[in-house]
């Protein structure tokens, strides 16, 4: 599912000055107007070389035309370089992750290898369509994940590309359907999010709790989750977990099987740690990262757990350090976005 950013077709969005320069389109070179040239046949020869070459070099320059993607605009917005796909008409921009020293099982990692952060713009009728891939280390993904929700994009998977890397390299797919002023505005603050973060300057919460010295209150918990079942606590830890159910080869699986949302709770009532799972459909996914990213709990995976399963079941992994009643209470109000039974 595609989001929106800014939901006005391009048309409706360019400024006059945009109208003028008009926009690239793939496979098509337009030719700028010549501008009206005073000639004045006193000008020395080689005044009047320098105005034909600049008249030439004016000509020669590819102008984007009226209905596809404005490059200069993309990479003014992001703040990096791009290039033009002809076949496919689209528009990448690019982010090296240079600055990024790691390793994976001894193999030097660099920007070719696979740490490029990217996000490449297609028109798609009206509008434009935006899909990239954002590289980051653990501790930039949710301060960068809330930028990008923040500004109308869709965060779509949150996983690894490497097995032994050093630090650990996470990769954040997001995309967007809208204005391409504002797609490239929001992948813009995305990049400069990312570099904000970088070396060291993103956000890891922290805690001191051990689950053999567990103190929280269970019935303050269940009391949360009212009508939605009670969990039990063992070692340490109290779980609640809640189902839902799909079809896979014709077959309803449910909470038993794994597809359901839990939630895993340890330390005291004023200081605890929350860990767990949660099953929603592919229309409920934004919703919930944005009340959970609002409550100010982690994000640490988004993926699929089964295949040709229908309707289709996304699962997110999440971490919180916080107030015991706060944590069940941002979980509570992510569950309030899914159709939970």
Same mark, same amino acid.
């Given at each position: 599912?595609?989001g929106?950013?800014?939901g006005?077709?391009? *048309?409706? !969005?360019?400024t ?5 320069r008009?926009i690239?389109?793939a496979?098509q ?6 501008p009206t ?11 009047l ?6 008249a030439? !070099?004016?000509?020669?320059?590819p102008?984007p035309?009226?209905?596809a993607?404005?490059?200069?605009e993309i ?7 791009g290039?033009?796909?002809? *076949?496919e008409?689209? %528009?990448?921009v690019s982010l ?5 020293? /790691? *390793? /994976?099982?001894?193999?030097?990692l660099?920007?070719p290898?696979?740490?490029?952060a990217?996000a490449?713009?297609?028109?798609a009728g009206?509008?434009?369509?935006v899909m ?5 280390l ?7 994940m *809330?930028v990008?929700?923040?500004?109308g ?6 996983h690894n590309h490497?097995?032994?890397d050093?630090?650990?390299?996470? %990769? ?7 204005d ?5 505005g929001?992948i813009g ?7 904000e ?9 922290? !805690?001191?709790i051990d689950?053999?010295?567990?103190t929280?209150d269970?019935a303050?918990?269940?009391r ?13 830890v109290?779980?609640i977990v809640?189902g ?7 077959q ?10 839990? /939630? ?9 740690v929350?860990d767990?799972? %949660?099953?929603?459909?592919e229309s ?6 944005k009340?959970?990213?609002?409550g100010n709990?982690?994000?640490?995976a988004?993926h699929?757990?089964?295949a ?5 079941i996304?699962?997110?992994h ?8 706060e944590?069940?209470?941002g979980?509570?109000? !992510?569950?309030d976005?899914?159709?939970h039974?």
């Amino acid at each position: 599912m595609v989001g929106r950013a800014g939901g006005v077709s391009i *048309s409706e !969005a360019l400024t006059s000055d945009q109208r003028r320069r008009g926009i690239w389109t793939a496979g098509q070179t337009t030719t700028m107007e010549e501008p009206t040239m005073k000639r004045s046949w006193h000008l020395p020869t080689t005044g009047l070389a320098v105005a034909l070459a600049a008249a030439t !070099a004016a000509r020669a320059q590819p102008r984007p035309a009226a209905g596809a993607i404005d490059g200069a605009e993309i990479e003014r917005l992001t703040g990096a370089k791009g290039t033009l796909d002809v *076949s496919e008409g689209v %528009f990448k921009v690019s982010l090296p992750r240079a600055d990024i020293a /790691a *390793s /994976a099982a001894g193999v030097r990692l660099t920007p070719p290898l696979g740490l490029t952060a990217w996000a490449a713009f297609i028109k798609a009728g009206g509008h434009v369509m935006v899909m990239g891939d954002m590289v980051m280390l653990e501790d930039q993904v949710n301060p960068v994940m *809330s930028v990008a929700l923040e500004n109308g994009l869709e965060v779509t998977a949150l996983h690894n590309h490497f097995f032994w890397d050093a630090p650990r390299i996470m %990769f954040m797919h997001v995309g967007g359907m809208g204005d391409q002023t504002a797609l490239g505005g929001a992948i813009g603050k995305v990049f400069a999010k990312i570099k904000e973060t970088a070396g060291g300057k993103g956000s890891v919460p922290r !805690a001191e709790i051990d689950p053999a010295r567990t103190t929280l209150d269970p019935a303050a918990i269940d009391r949360v989750f009212a009508g939605l079942g009670k969990g039990d606590l063992a070692s340490g830890v109290y779980k609640i977990v809640i189902g839902r159910t799909t079809r896979m080869g014709g077959q309803v699986v449910g909470k038993a099987m794994g597809v359901n949302t839990w /939630a895993a709770f340890a330390g005291s009532n004023e200081k605890a740690v929350v860990d767990g799972d %949660f099953a929603m459909l592919e229309s409920e996914l934004q919703p919930v990262l944005k009340v959970l990213r609002g409550g100010n709990i982690n994000i640490v995976a988004i993926h699929n757990h089964m295949a040709s399963e229908s309707p289709r079941i996304v699962f997110l992994h999440y971490w919180g350090i916080g107030a015991t009643r706060e944590l069940a209470g941002g979980l509570k109000a !992510a569950l309030d976005q899914t159709q939970h039974q």
